[in-house]
């Protein structure tokens, strides 16, 4: 396999191990020096003057030392599968990480590039027989990124305003979203997509990947829904996330709906907000924890068992709360518990036995794309298929490689375009190629990124989140199986 090798020829000259320094030009850490023994280096001085970016690179230094360097990561990895280059790869990835831990290599623009560009998205955690786990081990490192290395005042700037303003606060990001509606409905969309001024400005590629906003918004209140005609048999929590509640909203009800013909009460847990993960991946890890403390305090007061999720990275990252904080003595029992009764939409209706949905004449042909935190960090791949393949008149075409990404991964799109535009030209490559009209799906991401790739191509394929492909087959929300009561 190429890249399978031996990883000193195929690293750059600026990722090569430095020279061993002699003791007096090591650069010393005084009382927060970092001295390890392990490994065929020997003892080695850990090059940080932060003790904080220290310590987060040594509570992932048995994670790194578990690569067995066997290469079977490699024949999975996206970023691999489009560069062969042993940098692009998780057995490369790893070896940087261990050798800025141990002191032989610096941080240096390559290596955070090389890092950055990994997609998170876990395909390599779920084939490694070592148990390496590349996401945490991912995240850490960008934290580590984000206190080390400088960013110019604009950057800085950016990154307030969307993590610390925008995702912050459900109420701000709704205003925002109402703004992007009324942009879309005004016409000033159609206006500026004509005129050429976006690819003036060098942001038509950003503007092509923003959602429609076609529905009222699902602001979490409290409502419920539950099955018409019979008792309830559980009460569902349904976490409501960002995107899902404002975009998507449609597909939220869809979603508690669904549950409720499965025989719950849903109930849309007031307080809720953002589940953090673009914080996770992007190096926010504080502010990410922000949001895990509200989420938690929501749901604990509502007295709901299960919570439901319907969008892969919200599921993967709040069923990862216990690790995010397992440092925190108020929050880490709490947040262990929360992420024990988190479920995946499909999981869970799959768990709960759905009555059987109406018959049809009416043939459809559908293909899956599976987002990576369903697939890979979550581990749940046949509930999709079982859930589509029992409704009347549907037939589940597969196509190739429907679980390798598809270049979304929260912003890398935005901020790693020429990736993330290759991965997607394969999928939608594989998604023509299966001959289905529609393509499902069950993640806000790889749902916007897939319809920008398929009108790019000219294609007339629809995308569909499976919430919804499942609530049509029962009738809708005009079926009168389902009773929704609360606010609006």
Same mark, same amino acid.
């Given at each position: 396999m190429p890249g399978a090798g031996t990883m000193g020829a195929r690293f750059p000259a600026s990722l090569r191990p430095m020279p061993e320094r002699a003791a007096a030009d090591r650069i010393e850490l005084g009382a927060d020096a970092v001295t390890t023994d392990r490994g065929r280096h020997g003892a080695a001085q850990l090059v940080f003057d932060d003790p904080v970016s220290a310590a987060l690179l040594r509570s992932q230094y048995d994670n790194m030392l578990s690569c067995i360097r066997c290469g079977l990561c490699l024949s999975v990895c996206p970023t691999y599968q489009i560069s062969f280059a042993e940098e692009e790869g998780p057995r490369g990835r790893i070896a940087m990480a261990r050798a800025l831990t141990e002191g032989h290599l610096p941080l240096t623009a390559d290596l955070e590039q090389h890092s950055q560009t990994c997609l998170l998205c876990d395909a390599c955690t779920a084939i490694c027989p070592a148990g390496v786990r590349m996401e945490p081990l991912g995240t850490i490192m960008r934290e580590v990124f $984000? !206190? +080390?290395?400088?960013?110019? !005042?604009? *950057?800085?700037?950016?990154?307030? %305003?969307?993590?610390?303003?925008?995702? *912050?606060?459900?109420?701000?990001?709704? #205003?925002?979203?109402?703004? #992007? *509606?009324?942009?879309?409905?005004?016409? /000033?969309? /159609?206006?500026?997509?004509?005129?050429?001024?976006?690819?003036?400005?060098?942001? /038509? $590629?950003? $503007?092509? %990947?923003?959602?429609?906003?076609? +529905?009222?918004? %699902?602001?979490?209140? #409290?409502?419920?829904?539950?099955? *018409? #005609?019979? $008792?309830?048999?559980?009460?569902?929590?349904?976490?409501?996330?960002?995107?899902?509640?404002? /975009?998507?909203a449609d597909t939220d009800r869809a979603t508690a709906r669904m549950l409720a013909r499965s025989g719950a009460e849903v109930v849309a847990v007031a307080g809720q907000g953002c589940c953090g993960a673009l914080h996770v991946h992007n190096g926010e890890a504080d502010g990410a924890r922000a949001l895990a403390r509200r989420n938690i305090d929501a749901f604990e007061r509502s007295g709901v068992e299960p919570i439901v999720v319907n969008a892969a990275g919200c599921g993967s990252t709040l069923k990862n709360y216990g690790h995010l904080l397992e440092d925190d003595p108020a929050y880490a029992d709490r947040a262990r518990a929360f992420a024990a009764r988190v479920r995946d939409l499909s999981e869970e209706l799959v768990a709960e036995k759905l009555p059987a949905p109406p018959a049809s004449t009416e043939e459809r042909v559908v293909t899956l794309q599976e987002p990576c935190h369903l697939a890979h960090a979550q581990r749940i791949r046949e509930a999709p298929r079982q859930l589509l393949r029992a409704v009347p008149g549907l037939r589940l075409q597969e196509m190739d490689e429907p679980a390798l990404c598809c270049g979304s991964a929260g912003v890398y799109n935005v901020v790693h375009r020429a990736q993330a535009d290759t991965l997607l030209a394969r999928k939608i490559a594989n998604i023509e190629a299966s001959g289905a009209p529609v393509v499902a799906t069950a993640n806000p991401g790889c749902h916007l990124q897939l319809q920008a790739g398929l009108h790019a191509a000219g294609l007339q394929v629809e995308v569909k989140h499976i919430a919804d492909l499942l609530d049509e087959a029962y009738g809708g929300a005009t079926a009168g199986d389902v009773v929704e009561e609360g606010p609006a």
């Amino acid at each position: 396999m190429p890249g399978a090798g031996t990883m000193g020829a195929r690293f750059p000259a600026s990722l090569r191990p430095m020279p061993e320094r002699a003791a007096a030009d090591r650069i010393e850490l005084g009382a927060d020096a970092v001295t390890t023994d392990r490994g065929r280096h020997g003892a080695a001085q850990l090059v940080f003057d932060d003790p904080v970016s220290a310590a987060l690179l040594r509570s992932q230094y048995d994670n790194m030392l578990s690569c067995i360097r066997c290469g079977l990561c490699l024949s999975v990895c996206p970023t691999y599968q489009i560069s062969f280059a042993e940098e692009e790869g998780p057995r490369g990835r790893i070896a940087m990480a261990r050798a800025l831990t141990e002191g032989h290599l610096p941080l240096t623009a390559d290596l955070e590039q090389h890092s950055q560009t990994c997609l998170l998205c876990d395909a390599c955690t779920a084939i490694c027989p070592a148990g390496v786990r590349m996401e945490p081990l991912g995240t850490i490192m960008r934290e580590v990124f $984000e !206190r +080390s290395r400088p960013r110019t !005042r604009k *950057a800085r700037l950016v990154r307030w %305003l969307v993590f610390h303003r925008l995702f *912050a606060d459900m109420r701000r990001f709704r #205003g925002v979203c109402r703004l #992007g *509606a009324l942009y879309q409905r005004s016409g /000033a969309q /159609a206006l500026l997509r004509r005129s050429g001024l976006l690819r003036l400005l060098r942001v /038509a $590629e950003l $503007e092509r %990947l923003t959602p429609r906003f076609r +529905s009222r918004f %699902l602001v979490p209140k #409290g409502q419920r829904w539950r099955p *018409a #005609g019979r $008792e309830p048999n559980r009460r569902v929590g349904l976490f409501a996330g960002c995107i899902m509640s404002t /975009a998507f909203a449609d597909t939220d009800r869809a979603t508690a709906r669904m549950l409720a013909r499965s025989g719950a009460e849903v109930v849309a847990v007031a307080g809720q907000g953002c589940c953090g993960a673009l914080h996770v991946h992007n190096g926010e890890a504080d502010g990410a924890r922000a949001l895990a403390r509200r989420n938690i305090d929501a749901f604990e007061r509502s007295g709901v068992e299960p919570i439901v999720v319907n969008a892969a990275g919200c599921g993967s990252t709040l069923k990862n709360y216990g690790h995010l904080l397992e440092d925190d003595p108020a929050y880490a029992d709490r947040a262990r518990a929360f992420a024990a009764r988190v479920r995946d939409l499909s999981e869970e209706l799959v768990a709960e036995k759905l009555p059987a949905p109406p018959a049809s004449t009416e043939e459809r042909v559908v293909t899956l794309q599976e987002p990576c935190h369903l697939a890979h960090a979550q581990r749940i791949r046949e509930a999709p298929r079982q859930l589509l393949r029992a409704v009347p008149g549907l037939r589940l075409q597969e196509m190739d490689e429907p679980a390798l990404c598809c270049g979304s991964a929260g912003v890398y799109n935005v901020v790693h375009r020429a990736q993330a535009d290759t991965l997607l030209a394969r999928k939608i490559a594989n998604i023509e190629a299966s001959g289905a009209p529609v393509v499902a799906t069950a993640n806000p991401g790889c749902h916007l990124q897939l319809q920008a790739g398929l009108h790019a191509a000219g294609l007339q394929v629809e995308v569909k989140h499976i919430a919804d492909l499942l609530d049509e087959a029962y009738g809708g929300a005009t079926a009168g199986d389902v009773v929704e009561e609360g606010p609006a």
